[in-house]
């Protein structure tokens, strides 16, 4: 039977000394674990405690939180005439895209020989044939 490892042993808030406290902080601010992490390893109790450091001795800004924004577009601010030419130009394009495509299906079709068309239409027209 083997014996459990004990966990690390809970500290109370009076041990954290500041070299302590550097060390767990750029731990983290180097990327080598999360504050959560952090909180488990080094057997920290507090929830907010690792973020306290990191505000207070990181070298990271952590007053202000990171705001997200969506890109504002410019297809709000279309003319009816405007989004018809852009979607026309967009259409094109995507022709132009299948063509190519459609050009190199068949040269590895005729180079490898490699069936990656599929002629399901001409195979059930043929099957119909066949049954007349």
Do not use: C
Request: charged fraction near 35%; aromatic fraction near 6%.
């Amino acid at each position: 039977m083997t014996t459990p490892i004990p966990a690390r042993v809970k500290r109370t808030q009076r041990d954290y000394s500041l070299g302590f406290k550097l060390q767990v902080v750029a731990a983290v601010e180097k990327g080598d674990m999360t504050y959560k992490q952090a909180q488990t390893t080094y057997g920290i109790q507090g929830r907010s405690t690792v973020l306290t450091w990191l505000r207070k001795h990181g070298k990271m800004d952590w007053t202000q939180p990171v705001r997200m924004t969506m890109p504002k577009t410019t297809k709000a601010k279309e003319t009816p005439a405007q989004k018809i030419k852009r979607l026309e130009k967009e259409l094109e394009d995507e022709h132009l895209r299948n063509l190519l495509l459609n050009e190199a299906v068949d040269i590895i079709d005729a180079e490898y020989g490699a069936g990656l068309r599929k002629k399901y239409l001409a195979r059930e027209r043929e099957v119909f044939k066949n049954r007349k």
